[in-house]
């Protein structure tokens, strides 16, 4: 379930950070991060091609409500929701590598 991982911030700060993580993601296509933000925004993000998929007003204002930008989600109805159509889950594709300064791990995932 999303949002039981606390990522050392209080409850506004990390809710405002998945958000902005979700919405660059569906804008841009992909991210890197931390294992740990890659899992919850990974289950954010299928959250939301899941609401895209369902393609009424209702689901379209609750992903208003939680994305940032009004273009991200005319482009997650439109473009990306129709592409994953015929898929029950699994939006998203992480793959963990090493970061070089510090050696911590990171994942880069894509939707």
Avoid at 81 to 109: H, Q
């Amino acid at each position: 379930m999303p949002g039981t991982r606390k990522l050392g911030r209080k409850t506004d700060h990390r809710m405002a950070m998945l958000k902005g993580m979700a919405t660059y993601l569906l804008e841009y296509g992909k991210i890197e991060t931390t294992v740990t933000r890659a899992k919850e925004v990974s289950a954010l993000t299928d959250k939301m091609v899941t609401l895209g998929k369902a393609n009424t007003l209702a689901s379209r204002r609750q992903a208003m409500s939680f994305l940032k930008k009004e273009s991200v989600v005319t482009k997650l109805f439109t473009e990306i929701a129709p592409l994953y159509a015929d898929r029950n889950g699994g939006y998203t594709y992480r793959r963990t590598t090493f970061r070089g300064k510090d050696r911590r791990t990171t994942a880069r995932f894509r939707r």
